[in-house]
């Protein structure tokens, strides 16, 4: 079943306690469409300026991902945002956001995308997730990500499309952020009955844990040794766990696990070069070899 996206689409410039890379391929959107192309085709939604390079839209293209509503906007330059990593790698600052071509963008979604059953708000502004949601009334599963910034800057907006989503997906910090809460399973629990039937409370190294009315777990991060750049692992986290879900066609409590430990092994390949370095190298076949392995790791 398509799967929409809708968020940033971006040249990052990345500084590890090792090495920098300036303007590569990144945005939310674009880490979510790779990573949810091995299980599904994509439809995605989002903007660049006239400085974006043809080739980057060529590559998503051959993953099977629709660009029809990536817009080039006339006179702007392509959202950069600039990111430096703590001797931990898992911390990371924001030294610069420009938001450019983002910050103009009015997304009008072709036909065909207005009626995705399985939608996605990536991180971007909470105003134009909304704009985006308005357009796809038929969607069955709509979920969301978020973060510090839109918290911050946009908190009536997102109390008001956590009140239309049937998931949202965000930071540990975030969502102490969001609640007030210090405990993250008062927290998660929170953000729950701000509206959302289920959230996903991602912990970068620690993996991530579910909510929903019935039922509370958490799953461990696949173990990797080999951490190069940790950016996009939230949005292709999110990317693997909704392929799967659209792959399937369904959200039951069991699909929604396995589908959480897809987003896990997605987002332990992303970590191991910059940019979709690394996702670029593997099929859906070493996806599944680490599905075996975890499932052996988890089973005691
Ligand atoms: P992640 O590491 O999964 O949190 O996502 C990193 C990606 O988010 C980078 O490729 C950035 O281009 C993008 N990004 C950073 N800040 C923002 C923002 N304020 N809105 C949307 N996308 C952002």
Not at 44 to 54: F, H, K, Q, S, T
Not at 244 to 256: C, H, M, Q, S, V
């Amino acid at each position: 079943m398509p799967l929409l996206v809708a968020g940033s689409v971006a040249l990052d410039t990345i500084e590890t306690p090792h090495d920098t890379r300036e303007n590569v391929l990144g945005g939310s959107a674009v880490y979510f469409a790779y990573a949810a192309s091995y299980f599904t085709p994509v439809r995605l939604v989002g903007v660049v300026g006239e400085d974006w390079p043809a080739e980057h839209t060529a590559l998503l293209q051959s993953r099977n991902i629709d660009t029809a509503g990536l817009e080039v906007l006339a006179g702007t330059k392509t959202f950069r945002w600039r990111g430096r990593y703590l001797d931990n790698m898992n911390d990371r600052e924001t030294i610069d956001v420009q938001l450019n071509a983002m910050g103009q963008f009015n997304p009008v979604l072709p036909d065909a995308f207005k009626r995705c059953r399985f939608l996605f708000l990536a991180n971007g502004s909470t105003k134009l997730q909304l704009k985006v949601l308005d357009q796809c009334p038929g969607a069955t599963l709509a979920v969301a990500d978020t973060m510090d910034l839109w918290i911050r800057t946009e908190r009536d907006e997102l109390s008001a499309l956590l009140q239309r989503i049937d998931g949202l997906v965000l930071n540990d910090s975030e969502a102490k952020m969001l609640t007030g809460e210090n405990n993250l399973v008062r927290a998660g629990n929170r953000v729950r009955e701000m509206g959302p039937k289920f959230v996903v409370i991602k912990k970068g190294e620690h993996g991530a844990m579910f909510f929903s009315r019935h039922e509370t777990y958490v799953l461990p991060a696949y173990p990797t040794a080999e951490v190069i750049d940790p950016t996009g692992a939230g949005d292709s986290f999110a990317g693997g766990m909704m392929g799967y879900l659209a792959e399937r066609g369904d959200f039951e409590p069991k699909t929604l696990k396995e589908a959480m430990a897809y987003g896990i092994l997605v987002a332990s390949f992303t970590v191991e070069d910059f940019s979709l370095e690394r996702l670029k190298k593997i099929r859906r076949e070493d996806l599944s070899v680490r599905m075996e392995e975890y499932r052996k790791m988890l089973t005691f």
